[in-house]
């Protein structure tokens, strides 16, 4: 698919990416029978070749409409396209111009803005962890339709004491606290069970994806603050930084892309990217460590859902399957894994309807087994399977660190 560029973005290094982007699209139509949007709404605009299509016009030159900004909107970002195209069409950068591309081109009303910007600020901020708390206490008052979106209040465990001279950052701040507390605790007390100390840096906060996925400037003023949070811990000598939520990982991965014009910045948002880790690349590092701490073999019926940020994003699908395997889970198997469960960031809150229908369609395939308990990898998906499942749903690393304490009192 060939773009000649408008006059308007001719010599502009990110409309050139773009292009050379679009170029490599072959009009297969792999892309569509994995796009999640597609296969509700059977619109060929709603789906990954339609969008590239809309994305070239814009790189073209031509008129772009609010009808455009719809079509770009809905899209969930989840890249399972990227792992279907047989050419290697990197479609997450592509929309990620597009969609600024857009705000520009054809602006939303000073409404709309202004609720994405205050949306962002309000996810971002202080102000979002006292409001859930407050929603919680109220939870039974609650209309059934707002209850579920509310997610149990749960006590955040014990922090471990202990320093190792091994040592790793973890990203915490932003929704993640709030929404399930104890996740970055049982992540450091599972790490230091395996020797490793991670630390939280007070000065860092939201990784950025919120504002970025909104398409909003003040996404790269927070990687900024966290590249200078982290650096002189990185200078110290800190093995990797540690993300418990998989779409938080996938967006440090793209720092130094995202910063790569920044003269002050683009060496180290890259040094950032390069130590980015999921928890799914070092535990199974300890897998024969961590039988041994068991003392006996696991139990249990599990489902996992691999969030698209793990399995599209960061490449990692099977990685945390296999490891629950090789501890004795029985994972079962889950129709149409693949499938993105619906909650992409703000999504759920500002396409509620095609998020819904995507949620509980993956929590009726997650409990077609009647598995004993759901995991996943992401907050946000954490959250969206709750909302529709009768079955308990946790971070993999919250199970794996109650089924080590049960092995350490045997």
Not at 126 to 134: D, E, I, N, S
Not at 287 to 292: C, F, W
Request: charged share 20%; hydrophobic share 40%; glycine share 10%.
């Amino acid at each position: 698919m060939q773009t000649r560029l408008s006059v308007e973005l001719s010599g502009n290094a990110a409309a050139g990416e773009a292009a050379s982007i679009v170029g490599r699209c072959v009009h297969c139509g792999f892309c569509t029978a994995t796009c999640p949007t597609y296969q509700i709404l059977g619109d060929e605009l709603d789906g990954p070749r339609g969008r590239i299509y809309l994305m070239q016009q814009m790189l073209a030159g031509e008129e772009v409409s609010a009808t455009t900004r719809l079509h770009l909107d809905r899209c969930l970002g989840c890249r399972a396209c990227e792992t279907t195209c047989p050419s290697g069409v990197e479609y997450g950068r592509l929309l990620e111009f597009g969609r600024e591309l857009v705000e520009r081109k054809a602006p939303r009303s000073g409404f709309s803005r202004l609720w994405r910007r205050a949306l962002a600020a309000f996810l971002t901020g202080p102000a979002f962890g006292p409001v859930l708390r407050l929603g919680q206490l109220a939870r039974p008052l609650l209309p059934r339709r707002l209850r579920t979106r509310v997610p149990r209040w749960q006590p955040r465990g014990a922090w471990p004491a202990a320093e190792h001279p091994r040592r790793m950052l973890l990203l915490s701040g932003c929704v993640h606290d709030a929404l399930s507390p104890d996740i970055h605790a049982a992540t450091a007390r599972v790490f230091d069970r395996l020797g490793v100390t991670l630390q939280i840096v007070p000065s860092s906060g939201c990784c950025g994806a919120i504002r970025h996925h909104l398409a909003n400037d003040g996404a790269r003023d927070d990687m900024r603050r966290n590249v200078d949070a982290w650096w002189p811990h990185v200078e110290a000598g800190a093995e990797a930084i540690v993300s418990a939520a998989s779409g938080c990982g996938a967006m440090l991965r793209d720092y130094g892309h995202l910063l790569r014009d920044d003269p002050r910045y683009a060496q180290r948002a890259a040094r950032i990217a390069a130590l980015a880790r999921d928890p799914a690349e070092l535990v199974p590092v300890f897998a024969a460590r961590l039988k041994e701490m068991l003392s006996a073999r696991a139990g249990g019926r599990i489902a996992f859902h691999a969030p698209c940020s793990l399995q599209h994003g960061l490449k990692l699908r099977g990685t945390v399957e296999l490891l629950l395997r090789e501890l004795g889970v029985e994972v079962v198997v889950v129709p149409d894994a693949p499938q993105c469960c619906g909650s992409a960031g703000t999504y759920s809150l500002l396409q509620p309807a095609l998020s819904s229908s995507l949620g509980r369609a993956k929590a009726a395939a997650l409990g077609s087994a009647a598995p004993d308990v759901i995991l996943s990898a992401n907050v946000g998906c954490i959250a969206q399977l709750a909302a529709y499942s009768a079955i308990p749903v946790m971070h993999w690393l919250e199970w794996l660190d109650a089924l080590l304490e049960e092995g350490r009192k045997r």
